[in-house]
């Protein structure tokens, strides 16, 4: 009875997930708990808390030759966020993509859970004011130095995602980091990012500050710093 309910589980997260409908499909908080990686509770600008499930009905332990150390806890497969509203018996999976680049059809996720230098993972950015969401941050590790950071927020009870505007005013969906360096909160709605640099021109780290604004559902470009390195004489 139990294989048949399980069975059952995944046939519901894989007509929901991939119906092209995402953020219309309702699945059970029971079926969204029993396929999370992760369960956040995630605040909105106005101060409500919603729970946020990140879940893969496809999801996979990786094996064999990796990048990580030979005893992490990796999986890998296709996430896909979903979120309750409080008091609701049912989760509405939304349409952003969590990972890579949608042009190229690229969204696989992994989550490496032995990694402490949050290379491959998820977290929160708590908000420490009123009038301000939480950020969930997913990252995924790109080169053996570096990783790429996506960030959301919940505005009007859906997960959205958040651009980057570069200082020379360039959009884009993600944002390159140091591997180990999260995004980090230094002031009311400002944040700040790190890169480590290796060029002719210049070696070390540059660290970019950035304001948050909602309503564009955008961080802003304000500073860039360049941090220890070094440049040729």
């Known amino acids: ?74 999986f890998k497969g296709s996430y896909k966020a979903a979120i309750a509203a409080p008091g609701s018996s049912r989760a509405a999976t939304q349409a952003v993509t969590l990972f890579g680049i949608e042009d190229e059809g690229w969204t696989e996720g992994i989550f490496d859970m032995d990694d402490d230098s949050l290379q491959n993972s998820a977290y929160m950015v708590r908000a420490t004011n009123q009038g301000e969401p939480d950020i969930l941050v997913v990252t995924q590790r790109m080169y053996a130095t570096s990783s790429v ?22 959009l884009s969906r993600g944002m390159g980091t140091s591997a180990g360096y999260p995004l980090t909160r230094t002031d009311e709605l400002t944040f700040q990012t790190r890169t480590h640099v290796r060029s002719m ?33």
């Open 149 to 170: 950071m996506r960030a959301f927020f919940i505005a009007d009870g859906e997960l959205n995602l958040i651009y980057w505007q570069s200082l020379g005013g360039d």
């Open 201 to 233: 021109a210049f070696t070390g780290y540059i660290y970019y500050a950035w304001k948050l604004d909602p309503a564009r559902r955008t961080f802003i470009g304000i500073s860039r710093i360049e941090g220890p390195g070094k440049r040729p004489q």
């Open 1 to 74: 009875m139990k294989t048949t309910v399980r069975t059952v589980l995944i046939f519901v997260l894989i007509i929901a997930m991939t119906s092209g409908l995402a953020s219309a499909e309702q699945i059970s908080i029971g079926a969204a708990d029993a396929y999370s990686r992760y369960v956040f509770d995630m605040k909105d600008i106005h101060g409500t808390h919603f729970t946020l499930y990140l879940l893969a009905p496809n999801e996979q332990r990786v094996t064999g030759h990796t990048w990580f150390g030979n005893h992490s806890r990796v």
